[in-house]
């Protein structure tokens, strides 16, 4: 037989996957791994999908999804970020956010070139790249800057070929942000050197203290380089709802819509009726699940301290990103052991990047209670191991 496609078969899988493979197994384990909110999709936002199902709203929408829904992430965006984008032109509906990242990557790489990604960072970008004829350049950020992005890294990994930055910010796994003015000089290389810039801002919403989200396409000169990606799943607790979107200058949007049309024909319409709810009146129901995150984060925060666990303050998203090299093992060898002496599961933090290794990734989308049964499980280990 003729062989298979050598990118896909060079492939690593998810080194978050095998984790969760084996909890499956145990049912008195506790998994601190999976990146879902343990809320449940609000009832208001539920009963428009639901609605929309018993109206026989079933059938394919435009291939750039409801003008409703375009419009209203488009006020809504301008209105908390200060992104103005043309709901016919410039904002596609996507399945999910990550399918926004595929189209931004695969209508703009061309075979060779470049993408900087600065690790550690959300598991598909390396692959999507590849995926897409580029060549992925990981950029590995450091613990003292509290993972955050300096325009001198930056600068020192651009070169001729370099086309792309990705920007994940609030980031997973580390829940490192950046502020307004730590992007403005990264915007500024990003117009010095010709960059286009894939700002994922996924969780956007999930901001803890007096900082609140900055969006680079936001800064002068930024709004015809970047493509910004966000969706439902965090926010507003809809991750099986499969809902993100993209937003782009018109010559890439047009061009992400033709790939789209091609793969998709168009995100699922029941889900963008339960969307328009969410955007048009979700935003109280943000401000409740972003309280009992920031609980949750303090609290995790605490413990850490109190077990000599390293941990800079994460300041969005919902992860923790401890340091455990104090401990003598590699990160894998942590969530290992830990995972088969006190069934508790993390991910460490090397399937995020080489630079990831010595930490591990901890999820505080669960209820308190989980996360101090999971404390006290963690606890043990390294007073066990210490």
Not at 174 to 200: F, Q
Not at 365 to 386: N, P, T, V
């Amino acid at each position: 037989m003729k062989p298979l496609n050598q990118t896909v078969l060079d492939m690593k899988p998810s080194g978050i996957r095998k984790f969760f493979d084996i909890v499956s197994e145990m049912p008195e384990a506790i998994s601190l791994g999976v990146g879902e909110p343990d809320f449940d999709t609000p009832w208001h936002i539920s009963d428009e999908g639901i609605y929309a199902l018993e109206k026989g709203k079933t059938f394919y929408t435009s291939n750039s999804g409801l003008l409703e829904l375009r419009k209203a992430i488009g006020e809504w965006y301008a209105r908390k970020y200060g992104v103005k984008k043309d709901p016919v032109h410039e904002i596609l509906i996507t399945v999910g956010g990550s399918e926004g990242i595929d189209l931004a990557l695969r209508a703009l790489l061309q075979p060779g070139d470049e993408v900087i990604i600065p690790e550690p960072s959300y598991v598909s970008y390396v692959p999507c790249v590849a995926l897409a004829g580029g060549v992925p350049i990981t950029l590995p950020l450091k613990n003292e800057n509290n993972f955050k992005l300096t325009p001198e890294e930056l600068e020192g990994a651009i070169t001729e070929k370099t086309k792309v930055l990705i920007l994940s910010f609030p980031n997973n796994p580390t829940g490192a942000i950046m502020t307004r003015e730590e992007l403005k000089p990264i915007a500024e290389l990003a117009i010095k050197h010709d960059l286009y810039v894939i700002s994922d801002e996924i969780y956007s919403e999930l901001t803890y203290g007096d900082e609140p989200h900055a969006s680079i396409a936001a800064l002068p000169g930024m709004e015809e380089r970047t493509i910004v990606i966000n969706g439902f799943s965090k926010a507003y607790a809809m991750t099986g709802w499969r809902l993100g979107y993209a937003m782009a200058p018109e010559v890439i949007a047009k061009e992400m819509t033709k790939i789209h049309q091609f793969c998709i024909m168009c995100a699922p319409t029941n889900s963008q009726y339960a969307a328009i709810e969410a955007v048009k009146h979700g935003d109280k129901d943000i401000a409740r699940m972003r309280e009992s995150y920031d609980m949750r984060r303090r609290f995790l925060l605490k413990q850490f301290e109190i077990m000599g666990l390293p941990c800079f303050e994460p300041k969005g998203a919902f992860y923790t990103f401890p340091c455990i090299q104090s401990l003598g093992m590699t990160s894998d060898e942590f969530a290992t052991r830990l995972l088969r002496e006190e069934e508790l599961a993390v991910v460490p933090g090397s399937a995020f990047g080489d630079c990831g290794e010595g930490f591990i990734r901890i999820s505080y989308a669960y209820s308190i209670d989980e996360l101090r049964e999971a404390m006290d499980r963690m606890g043990r280990f390294i007073q066990k191991h210490r």
